[in-house]
């Protein structure tokens, strides 16, 4: 099948092809300590931007006049109706995590703006709670026509950075040789004109190995750039430029799937003074209902040799919500959640499991 050239509002005046591309915000990478099992720091990695699967995101537009400069953040209908459709094509795989939109920023994981001239941008996974936690913050942002073919495939690959998808032309399994000097000159040019900083953490990087699944390269992921001639020398097939197929490749359908899979209808019940063996692989999870029998202070733990990430939740008219989470991964410790939970209220504990020292040695416990 031919490939269907995409179009932009954003193509270089000069007629090269370059296209407004997407720059991620630049975040400290997570510091772990050093001597780390190869293993284990490639499982941290691959997994520590993800959600819990299962988690309600939450999206905001923002719609006050004060919103950005001269209310630059807040967008037309049109726009919004493209990013709500966007959500929906990721729902719609089957994916266990779900998408509300609300009208209150503070309810919201998600906030996105629409400010003409920024670019098109978006935290990582986690990052949206980690490191933007204040609700009058944008987290991600659309800098252009999202009613375009482009426009629509600019709006999955920024939700598939929610998701906790890194750019796909970084994969270190690439093979990708950059002609830098064309990289450069190109990218420091209009539509993105880019310092040579921001050129080296969008494109030129490559992920560590640690951070990525171990995936073929896919130059039709929805996470690639559409890249134009001249500046990759290798694979020589590309000299031409890379113009991914519009929407979702079936790499991308594939991993979004694994991350997270459709979630059973039942799920045990986590009660005090038991304990529930943690007998998963590498990146799966599991659920657990919490039903208390009095109204008090509990702690939740795991025990045993393991890197896992527990994030509790509390049933609210149907809707499973936040209330606290913990990550030991990389560190010496167990993951543990302490809150105090009400008799006759429902709750759920979210448990992804990245590494485990020895299989069938790790258990959660509540007291």
């Not at 040799?305 to 008219?317: A, C, G, K, P």
Request: aromatic share 10%; net charge negative; hydrophobic share 35%.
């Amino acid at each position: 099948m031919a490939k269907a050239k995409k179009t932009s509002g954003k193509q270089d005046p000069a007629g090269n092809g370059v296209v407004g591309v997407c720059s991620l915000p630049k975040v400290p990478v997570r510091e772990l300590p050093a001597g780390l099992n190869p293993d284990r720091l490639r499982l941290i990695r691959v997994n520590e931007k993800k959600w819990a699967n299962g988690t309600v995101l939450h999206y905001y537009f923002f719609d006050r006049p004060g919103d950005g400069p001269g209310g630059a953040w807040v967008g037309p209908a049109s726009q919004q109706e493209v990013v709500r459709r966007a959500f929906k094509a990721w729902k719609d795989l089957g994916i266990g995590l779900e998408f509300r939109e609300v009208a209150d920023r503070q309810q919201a994981e998600i906030r996105i703006g629409f400010m003409a001239g920024d670019g098109a941008w978006s935290y990582v996974g986690r990052d949206v709670i980690d490191i933007a936690r204040n609700p009058d913050e944008r987290t991600m942002n659309f800098g252009w026509d999202l009613t375009t073919p482009y426009g629509w495939d600019t709006a999955l690959h920024e939700i598939g950075h929610t998701l906790g998808f890194p750019h796909e032309h970084q994969n270190p399994n690439s093979g990708i040789v950059w002609n830098e000097q064309a990289v450069l000159d190109i990218f420091s040019g209009p539509p993105n004109n880019w310092d040579e900083a921001t050129i080296r953490w969008n494109i030129l990087r490559k992920l560590s190995p640690a951070e990525v699944t171990g995936s073929p390269w896919d130059p039709d992921s929805i996470m690639h750039y559409q890249l134009p001639a001249g500046v990759i020398e290798q694979p020589e097939r590309y000299r031409n430029g890379v113009v991914p197929e519009p929407g979702l490749s079936a790499q991308d359908i594939e991993w979004a799937g694994k991350f997270y899979p459709p979630l059973a209808e039942e799920m045990p019940v986590l009660r005090p003074f038991e304990s529930m063996p943690v007998d998963i692989g590498a990146g799966a999870q599991l659920n657990f209902h919490i039903e208390v029998p009095q109204s008090r202070k509990y702690t939740v733990q795991t025990f045993g040799v393991s890197d896992t990430v527990m994030v509790l939740f509390e049933d609210r008219n149907g809707e499973f919500r936040y209330i606290e989470g913990d990550d030991d991964s990389g560190s010496q410790r167990n993951s543990r959640i302490r809150a105090r939970l009400f008799a006759g209220d429902r709750y759920c504990l979210r448990l992804r499991l990245y590494y485990s020292g020895d299989a069938g040695q790790t258990a959660v416990f509540m007291w």
